[in-house]
């Protein structure tokens, strides 16, 4: 009898330690998903139909709903330690699952993603985020493990690379960018900040590139001068800020200013300066007075800033050339469509192009539920999955698409408090984890929807059609939600 009593006080206790608060938002969004669903697949002649109806897709959602629900019950249930203790062995199973998936699954649409048991089928690339993220949470919570040094870098990018590597031999790209997201958390965790604005010049050099290769200046693609300028106020500004290097600044944004009075006094006397001459004069002559200026200012800042330039130029040239030599024709399609550099809304920017049309036509309120004509004559296409958006949008309008953001960040915003509350490395890494991969996903999949970004297969979290992306986010947040309600043990905030 006392150990019976003493296990319903334990499941009491564990009941209310549980944050319900992330489950209350958990449900909102499920159900609303489910119900975004119904209108984007009942079609106008047949809105008489159950949204119940185990025949259509939101009956069939609701049907994964309620295996979400006792899926993530049964996950509040098990021993939070266990999610720790088996953190590596459940990542390792994952990764011969990913491998084996690319060899054994069916070819679906050029990819090789999906295992099938009998009627249903699984994506393990849903479930492979939640395993690398407790194995990156494992990693951070081993006994003196800090990021100090490139060495400690290898084993968690490597643990972030390896289901990387594996889904893209399933060729399921989409799948694969998500796990980018996870920089974050080795940022979070001490990572230097330097990454992350390198990683956001990267792109930001890849689109100018693209975006404006077809003007020229001074006898340059426009892209290339854009970017070059760019390496210039870079240079400056990281010896300024990053080196806090004063004179050294000073005396590179003089002498950047002095050659272009130069160039343009030439200009104005008949003799143009073709724009490579002028870039690759001045800026060699400046990285080879920082490469002087080393002996007596901060000698590994001052070398970071030269390398960054000459890494950021002969990526410049790459660009172009791995656009047209390693991206297929269909992700150049994509690429060139986001970026407005063509125009197919009847070929490769149809889906978008109706997207955005569906969205448009919403206006403030909406036209409302299921009286979207976007969406009732199946204009847009795959929009009970990766565009679902687009039918909130015109059913909705501004209104409805605010909620859901609204809904989304106080999610992501709870999911952090959780993180920041946690007194163990493994709670608050893996916290941080579930955040960047929900904050991934949302951007992406609305970027796509609206035009701003590619087109690359990402779900709307808890709202796109289909049972492995909505059980591989009830694993990751109900894992986290297990993990946290053991706080009460060290002390509840």
Same mark, same amino acid.
């Given at each position: 009898?006392?150990?019976?009593?003493?296990?319903?006080?334990?499941?009491?206790?564990?009941?209310?330690?549980?944050?319900?608060?992330?489950?209350?938002?958990?449900?909102?969004?499920?159900?609303?998903?489910?119900?975004?669903?119904?209108?984007?697949?009942?079609?106008?002649?047949?809105?008489?139909?159950?949204?119940?109806? =185990?025949?259509?897709?939101?009956?069939?959602?609701?049907?994964?709903?309620?295996?979400?629900?006792?899926?993530?019950?049964?996950?509040?249930?098990?021993?939070?330690?266990?999610?720790?203790?088996?953190?590596?062995?459940?990542?390792?199973?994952?990764?011969?699952?990913?491998?084996?998936?690319?060899?054994?699954?069916?070819?679906?649409?050029?990819?090789?993603?999906?295992?099938? =048991?009998?009627?249903?089928?699984?994506?393990?690339?849903?479930?492979?985020?939640?395993?690398?993220?407790?194995?990156?949470?494992?990693?951070?919570?081993?006994?003196?493990?800090?990021?100090?040094?490139?060495?400690?870098?290898?084993?968690?990018?490597?643990?972030?690379?390896?289901?990387?590597?594996?889904?893209?031999?399933?060729?399921?790209?989409?799948?694969?960018?998500?796990?980018?997201?996870?920089?974050?958390?080795?940022?979070?965790?001490?990572?230097?900040?330097?990454?992350?604005?390198?990683?956001?010049?990267?792109?930001?050099?890849?689109?100018?590139?693209?975006?404006?290769?077809?003007?020229?200046?001074?006898?340059?693609?426009?892209?290339?001068?854009? !970017?070059?300028?760019?390496?210039?106020?870079?240079?400056?500004?990281?010896?300024?800020?990053?080196?806090?290097?004063?004179?050294?600044?000073?005396?590179?944004?003089?002498?950047?200013?002095?050659?272009?009075?130069?160039?343009?006094?030439?200009?104005?006397?008949?003799?143009?300066?073709?724009?490579?001459?002028?870039?690759?004069?001045?800026?060699?002559?400046?990285?080879?007075?920082?490469?002087?200026?080393?002996?007596?200012?901060?000698?590994?800042?001052?070398?970071?800033?030269?390398? =960054?330039?000459?890494?950021?130029?002969?990526?410049?040239?790459?660009?172009?050339?791995?656009?047209?030599?390693?991206?297929?024709?269909?992700?150049?399609?994509?690429?060139?469509?986001?970026?407005?550099?063509?125009?197919?809304?009847?070929?490769?920017?149809?889906?978008?192009?109706?997207?955005?049309?569906?969205?448009?036509?919403?206006?403030?309120?909406?036209?409302?539920?299921?009286?979207?004509?976007?969406?009732?004559?199946?204009? !847009?296409?795959?929009?009970?999955?990766?565009?679902?958006?687009?039918?909130?949008?015109?059913?909705?309008?501004?209104?409805?698409?605010?909620?859901?953001?609204?809904?989304?960040?106080?999610?992501?915003?709870?999911?952090?408090?959780?993180?920041?509350?946690?007194?163990?490395?493994?709670?608050?890494?893996?916290?941080?984890?579930?955040?960047?991969?929900?904050?991934?996903?949302?951007?992406?999949?609305?970027?796509?929807?609206?035009?701003?970004?590619?087109?690359?297969?990402?779900?709307?979290?808890?709202?796109?059609?289909?049972?492995?992306?909505?059980?591989?986010?009830?694993?990751?947040?109900?894992?986290?939600?297990?993990?946290?309600?053991?706080?009460?043990?060290?002390?509840?905030?």
């Amino acid at each position: 009898m006392a150990s019976t009593r003493d296990n319903n006080d334990d499941s009491n206790r564990l009941l209310a330690s549980v944050d319900w608060f992330t489950v209350l938002l958990y449900v909102v969004l499920v159900v609303y998903g489910a119900v975004s669903i119904y209108a984007s697949t009942t079609a106008a002649n047949a809105s008489d139909v159950s949204m119940f109806d =185990f025949d259509t897709y939101s009956g069939k959602q609701f049907v994964w709903i309620g295996l979400s629900f006792i899926i993530g019950f049964s996950l509040l249930l098990i021993d939070r330690r266990l999610y720790e203790a088996y953190a590596y062995p459940i990542y390792a199973v994952m990764i011969i699952i990913l491998i084996a998936t690319a060899f054994l699954s069916p070819n679906i649409k050029g990819s090789h993603s999906w295992l099938k =048991f009998g009627a249903v089928s699984l994506q393990p690339a849903e479930f492979a985020k939640t395993t690398t993220a407790l194995a990156l949470a494992k990693l951070f919570s081993t006994y003196g493990f800090q990021l100090r040094g490139w060495r400690t870098y290898i084993v968690p990018v490597g643990i972030i690379f390896l289901p990387v590597l594996c889904i893209i031999l399933e060729n399921e790209t989409g799948s694969a960018l998500v796990y980018f997201s996870l920089i974050f958390v080795l940022y979070r965790e001490g990572m230097n900040g330097f990454v992350l604005f390198a990683l956001l010049c990267a792109i930001s050099y890849f689109v100018i590139v693209l975006k404006f290769a077809g003007s020229l200046i001074m006898g340059i693609p426009l892209g290339t001068f854009i !970017v070059l300028t760019c390496v210039m106020i870079v240079i400056v500004l990281m010896l300024l800020i990053y080196c806090r290097s004063l004179i050294l600044g000073r005396n590179v944004a003089l002498g950047y200013i002095a050659c272009a009075l130069i160039a343009w006094g030439l200009s104005a006397m008949g003799v143009h300066i073709n724009g490579y001459a002028f870039f690759f004069t001045v800026i060699p002559l400046s990285l080879i007075y920082l490469l002087i200026g080393m002996f007596r200012d901060d000698l590994n800042k001052v070398l970071m800033t030269v390398i =960054f330039a000459a890494v950021s130029i002969i990526y410049m040239f790459s660009v172009t050339l791995a656009f047209n030599h390693v991206l297929k024709p269909y992700q150049q399609n994509r690429i060139n469509i986001a970026l407005g550099i063509e125009e197919d809304i009847k070929g490769k920017g149809y889906n978008v192009n109706q997207s955005k049309i569906a969205i448009g036509s919403g206006g403030l309120t909406g036209k409302g539920f299921l009286e979207g004509t976007q969406t009732k004559l199946n204009y !847009v296409p795959e929009q009970h999955t990766d565009f679902i958006f687009c039918t909130i949008g015109e059913e909705q309008g501004f209104l409805g698409t605010s909620a859901v953001l609204l809904l989304f960040l106080t999610l992501i915003l709870r999911v952090i408090a959780i993180g920041e509350r946690q007194h163990t490395t493994f709670g608050r890494v893996y916290a941080y984890c579930v955040a960047s991969i929900l904050i991934f996903h949302l951007t992406i999949n609305i970027g796509m929807v609206i035009g701003v970004v590619p087109v690359i297969g990402i779900p709307l979290p808890f709202f796109s059609y289909g049972g492995s992306s909505l059980w591989g986010f009830t694993l990751l947040l109900f894992i986290l939600l297990r993990i946290d309600a053991v706080r009460s043990e060290y002390g509840t905030w």
